[in-house]
């Protein structure tokens, strides 16, 4: 299949042994848009380095971006206003819940409901206006800056991030009447392309795939940042572990979402957007390990420097790499067809695999 399959989702080619239609083996062949990011971050600034994050998973831009600030940030032992962690937290949960439409919208159209695509992007096209009015940008989006933000809010977006929660309060009950409840989806995908919680960890899967195996994984809770210690809400925890519980995991996860955006929104504190660094940011020599929670799992950022303006080694852990690891194991014993389903609980992006 592929490399460019509709169903890849990009361009990824998966070599099948098959016995008739039955998958007896996935063999995921990687790098048809690997750019060797990793290894321009050796020469690039850090204020740099943050932009090629979001070229990777262009569906959690933000929250990625967000990964290398708090990274700097953390070396250089820099305190963000509260104003900052606030927005940023915000931020980062519209975008997941914009992630997650999308994926939604697309994962009915893989198996055969075009419908769903309409609705998912008339709903995502409200967060992607409150984006491009706060940063300029619809796709791949800069607002995060180490130190805090390229400016500040827009005087509308509180006024349109409430307007979107009310709008989409009362749209997300249509997805489950649309797909959640349709007796052919649920054939599609219940009892399909099953992950124990012991696979899922060995295999290193987290975000949604991991969680719908009852992996509780989610860095939000486990390791907070930003704002994440200031709100409640519930880690979605699974235990089917099929292709089923991966997209209810997900339907859920937008509820806690505009939950933690609802505390928030009304709160932000005053003062500044920013604490000014130097044009020029150097780290101090040593190593540093920033994680957060994307809207596929857990994308890691590793920085070893060595007191330069470019880092000496950075290793990006993203999560869809990992996740499209247990994919063979996933299949196996399948029908082609369910590969489908399969790929589209696992959300992938593939510039984030291959990097």
């Known amino acids: 299949m592929g490399p460019q399959h509709p169903s890849t989702h990009g361009v990824l080619r998966l070599v099948l042994s098959l016995d008739g239609e039955v998958i007896r083996k996935v063999e995921p062949h990687l790098g048809f848009i690997h750019r060797s990011i990793e290894k321009m971050c050796e020469h690039d600034s850090y204020q740099q380095i943050v932009h090629l994050t979001d070229r990777m998973d262009y569906l959690s831009c933000h929250i990625n971006n967000e990964a290398v600030c708090l990274c700097v940030e953390q070396a250089l032992q820099i305190e963000v206003p509260d104003r900052v962690k606030v927005v940023r937290t915000i931020i980062d949960e519209l975008n997941r819940i914009s992630s997650h439409q999308l994926w939604w919208g697309v994962m009915g159209m893989d198996l055969g409901a075009i419908t769903t695509f309409l609705y998912g992007f008339r709903d995502r096209e409200m967060i992607t206006d409150i984006f491009e009015e706060t940063c300029g940008a619809r796709l791949t989006m800069n607002y995060n800056v180490p130190g805090g933000l390229f400016f500040d809010i827009h005087p509308n977006f509180q006024k349109r991030t409430k307007a979107f929660i009310a709008h989409f309060k009362k749209k997300l009950p249509e997805y489950d009447a649309l797909l959640s409840d349709n007796v052919i989806f649920g054939q599609r995908t219940k009892g399909i392309g099953t992950l124990t919680k012991e696979d899922a960890i060995s295999y290193g899967v987290t975000g949604p795939t991991g969680r719908a195996s009852g992996f509780s994984c989610d860095v939000r809770k486990h390791h907070g940042y930003m704002a994440y210690d200031k709100v409640q809400f519930k880690e979605i925890l699974g235990t089917e572990g099929d292709c089923f519980a991966r997209y209810k995991c997900r339907i859920a996860e937008m509820w806690e979402s505009m939950h933690i955006i609802e505390q928030l929104i009304d709160n932000i504190p005053a003062g500044d957007y920013k604490v000014p660094t130097k044009a020029v940011i150097k780290l ?72």
């Open 284 to 355: 101090p020599k040593g190593e540093w390990y920033q994680k957060v929670e994307t809207a596929r799992g857990e994308f890691g950022v590793y920085i070893i420097s060595e007191g330069q303006k470019s880092p000496y080694r950075l290793k990006f852990r993203s999560p869809g790499f990992s996740n499209l690891s247990a994919l063979d194991h996933m299949a196996r014993g399948c029908k082609i067809a369910d590969l489908v389903a399969i790929m589209s609980t696992l959300d992938l992006v593939i510039p984030d695999i291959d990097r």
